[in-house]
């Protein structure tokens, strides 16, 4: 139960909240019945959990689909999870997912703890930072996996882009290296580290059902993303600093949709009936099957009808939105495979924060006429550098 009185008065003294994923919920106490998915990074972000390898275009269970290769150490961190249980019963490890240098797991709180949810994951920290220690030795840093032709040949792509995937799926010679070095002492004598993870971890907390489902693909399809990430850079790494007319932009896509020849603005008034919507609707589909590029903050019913349908349909569309971006945002779900495939574009002139924030009448205006400017511009003004 959360005392309403001690949360404002802790409120009262706090700073201004900068934006972070590592908040815990002020409402929720961390000890009852819950389900989580958590997310925990390697302190400097080394990649010492293993590598990626596989193809992204193979399908989820053929032996080409994407996976990542375990290292010693990812091996004894995956044991250290799936024994959380041990010490505290009340706990399920529902999943887990490895990736070179973070990991992402879902673990259902059962039964009401008897301590906070994060003095769980310190102790998990603590396991894992001695199992660090124990193979943080010359003789278990010669053990560290390297790829070898099996693993090679079942990393390497088809027969587009065969070079970019096997090199995404493997550590470089120098990436392996520093692996190794990173998670051993050197031969001079210096002192093993003796800290795994960054400090802190990002929690979210199950709401619905439905939730859960996604939870599981994203866990699923993270090596698959990862891999796409590292082949199409371009339309899936953020950007910033992005002058185009008027506005600064952050975002994240495919920048030359806004050098097409044509680029029409979305804009349907909320007055509009049902049966005015299909009929608007209708005439943006038609718009864009003739190659127009749709662009909208989609805010309105109908506006949003209108980009979904060309969503849906695998036409291109920009999106104007009122939250930015971090260097470590990616797209979510459906609009990940979209910017993969270079359909989609978001673009956002305000800064990236975690807390939902009402959508003023003053930004719906200025989003409006950002979509009309981006339209408007000559295609030398919106090519990408």
Not at 231 to 255: H, M, T
Request: glycine share 6%; charged share 20%.
């Amino acid at each position: 139960m959360i005392d309403e009185k001690r949360l404002e008065a802790k409120k009262h003294f706090a700073r201004e909240k900068q934006p972070s994923m590592k908040r815990r919920d002020d409402y929720n106490d961390y000890r009852g019945r819950r389900m989580y998915m958590i997310t925990m990074e390697v302190d400097g972000r080394r990649p010492l959990f293993g590598y990626l390898a596989g193809d992204p275009d193979a399908p989820d269970g053929t032996p080409e689909a994407p996976h990542i290769v375990l290292s010693p150490l990812g091996k004894a961190v995956r044991d250290e999870w799936f024994g959380i249980p041990r010490y505290y019963p009340q706990i399920e490890v529902v999943d887990l997912e490895m990736m070179p240098d973070h990991l992402h797991g879902i673990l259902f709180v059962h039964e009401t703890l008897p301590v906070h949810l994060s003095q769980v994951l310190i102790g998990f920290k603590t396991g894992c930072n001695r199992k660090l220690k124990a193979l943080s030795t010359p003789a278990a840093a010669e053990r560290q996996p390297t790829p070898n032709a099996t693993s090679a040949q079942a990393a390497a792509p088809s027969q587009q882009g065969a070079a970019a995937s096997v090199q995404a799926a493997a550590p470089s010679q120098q990436g392996a290296a520093a692996s190794v070095q990173a998670a051993a002492p050197s031969q001079q004598g210096a002192a093993a580290p003796t800290r795994l993870f960054a400090s802190g971890y990002n929690d979210l907390l199950l709401k619905t059902y439905d939730e859960f489902q996604f939870w599981k693909k994203y866990l699923r399809d993270n090596p698959r993303r990862l891999l796409l990430k590292r082949a199409k850079p371009e339309f899936l790494r953020p950007f910033f600093n992005l002058r185009l007319g008027s506005f600064v932009y952050n975002g994240v896509g495919n920048r030359a949709l806004l050098s097409a020849p044509l680029r029409q603005p979305v804009r349907v008034s909320r007055r509009c009936t049902e049966q005015d919507i299909k009929a608007e609707v209708a005439r943006y589909m038609a718009l864009a099957c003739q190659g127009a590029v749709l662009v909208s903050p989609a805010i309105s019913p109908g506006e949003k009808r209108v980009m979904r349908a060309a969503f849906d349909a695998g036409l291109p569309t920009v999106v104007i939105m009122q939250n930015g971006f971090t260097p470590l945002s990616k797209p979510k779900g459906e609009q990940f495979y979209a910017c993969s495939e270079g359909r989609l574009l978001m673009l956002s002139a305000w800064d990236h924060h975690n807390e939902k924030q009402p959508l003023t009448a003053h930004q719906c205006q200025r989003m409006n006429l950002m979509a009309l400017e981006l339209c408007q511009l000559q295609p030398s003004q919106t090519a990408p550098a």
